[in-house]
């Protein structure tokens, strides 16, 4: 049983900043392979940024590169998204996922993931 809870969602003008964070209840956080995924309205759930276990790899969508960082601390069990640089096409509902097991090259498919947040919310202004 694993559970994710997202934090850290709002409203934040262009240009902006933020950081969300996921923190997980699974005692084996330290061997999930983490991810963020968004959606936006009207539009297919999109993979934003993954990290491996040890944090030895991150991988990122081409939209994002340069913008977020994604990191993690598995004392906390939890993962972060720091987004930078902020546009209006980045306003989506923002999930965190985990995969248990071994790394999967296709970490940029949502049916690779066993475990979803709720989302958090993020809107920005132009």
């Known amino acids: 049983q694993v559970q994710l809870v997202e934090s850290g969602g709002g409203l934040v003008q262009a240009g902006g900043s933020l950081r969300l964070s996921c923190a997980a209840s699974?005692?084996?956080?330290?061997?999930?392979?983490m991810a963020w995924f968004r959606q936006a309205p009207g539009k297919e759930r999109e993979f934003v940024a993954a990290?491996?276990?040890?944090?030895?790899?991150?991988y990122y969508t081409d939209s994002v590169k340069g913008r977020f960082t994604i990191s993690r601390d598995n004392a906390k069990n939890t993962v972060y998204l720091e987004m930078n640089t902020l546009k209006t096409e980045d306003t989506a509902v923002y999930y965190c996922?985990?995969?248990?097991?071994?790394?999967?090259?296709?970490?940029?498919?949502?049916?690779?993931?066993?475990?979803w947040g709720q989302g958090t919310q993020v809107t920005v202004s132009s």
């Open positions: 699974g005692r084996a956080f330290s061997t999930y392979f």
């Open positions: 996922a985990a995969r248990e097991g071994s790394f999967i090259y296709s970490y940029g498919v949502a049916t690779a993931y066993g475990y």
């Open positions: 990290i491996k276990w040890r944090s030895e790899s991150t």
